[in-house]
């Protein structure tokens, strides 16, 4: 098993005003959820903590959701926030674990030397009643040296050869109904159904009250799915976000994913060469 990527509230606590910690709110939901990060981060979080919003902070020429920015963009963007690449960066959510995994995953991808995520985040810290504040947190400066890990995050051109030549297993994370093409996508315009030879772990299977199911359980819904971990994976979802919560739970496991399909379905539904296949 590799090293936990999770921190206790306990741990956090303890080290809230370290000088080298960076503490990120990545609260973000679909819209589905009807909540809105940026208004519950002004009306309350982690003392020190910034938001990170995934809209912001990133690629502005496509018209796809949430993508990568560029190395240099990120880099400028989050040094400007206070946040080194040497920093330990501890990031969180109000949902226990859903964006954050996302955030988690970026700054992996962007070369940041030690990222975590709280476990069972702003819910579970709330609960044991710990400090909590609307103040905005302000950081000097810092250089973020970013080092983009290109073998990490798959674009469509790799899915297309991956599903052709079988070299690794395509893992989606949306719910069943919308994997078998039962359930519409909530974003207008895209097909209904999934990649043909994908495998389905809905991430509602791996995620329970805020927190990732015990690891028998995350080897049990792989499993059940057809996947086989000692072979490559990378994992895709609607547009990239919940992709990052079953490369957490690879992580945790121990079986890392190869690499996560940034564009996801929202690419993968809106092309028209895209072959997609249902039940």
């Given amino acids: ?74 880099a400028r963007i989050v040094g400007a926030m206070g946040i080194a690449d040497t920093d330990h960066i501890v990031v969180y959510d109000g949902a226990g674990l859903f964006a954050a995994a996302r ?39 810092k250089q973020f040296k970013a080092k983009f890990d290109a073998r990490t995050v798959a674009d469509l051109e790799t899915i297309k050869s991956t599903l052709k030549n079988k070299s690794a297993q395509i893992v989606d994370a949306r719910p069943a109904d919308r994997f078998k093409g039962d359930a519409p996508e909530p974003r207008p315009g895209l097909k209904a159904g999934h990649m043909p030879g994908s495998f389905n772990v809905p991430f509602g299977e791996v995620v329970k009250n805020g927190t990732l ?15 086989d971990l000692s072979k490559p994976v990378i994992t895709s979802c609607g547009s990239g976000v919940s992709a990052a919560i079953l490369a957490l739970a690879l992580e945790t496991l121990g079986t890392p994913a190869q690499a996560l399909y940034d564009g996801s379905w929202a690419e993968w539904g809106a092309r028209e060469e895209c072959e997609v296949v249902k039940g």
């Fill in 1 to 74: 098993m590799t090293a936990s990527p999770f921190v206790s509230t306990e741990w956090l606590a303890a080290h809230i005003n370290d000088a080298n910690l960076a503490i990120i709110d990545a609260s973000w939901y679909l819209p589905t959820m009807n909540r809105n990060g940026k208004k519950e981060y002004a009306d309350g979080h982690i003392p020190n903590a910034q938001h990170f919003d995934i809209d912001a902070v990133a690629d502005k020429t496509t018209n796809l959701p949430h993508m990568l920015p560029s190395a240099d963009e990120f």
């Fill in 103 to 141: 955030v988690w995953w970026t700054f992996k991808v962007m070369g940041a030397s030690q990222v975590s995520i709280l476990e069972g985040g702003a819910p579970k810290w709330k609960a044991e009643g710990r400090a909590w504040t609307n103040t905005p947190a302000q950081r000097a400066p």
């Fill in 213 to 227: 199911v015990d690891p028998e359980s995350l080897q049990n819904a792989f499993n059940n799915a057809g996947v």
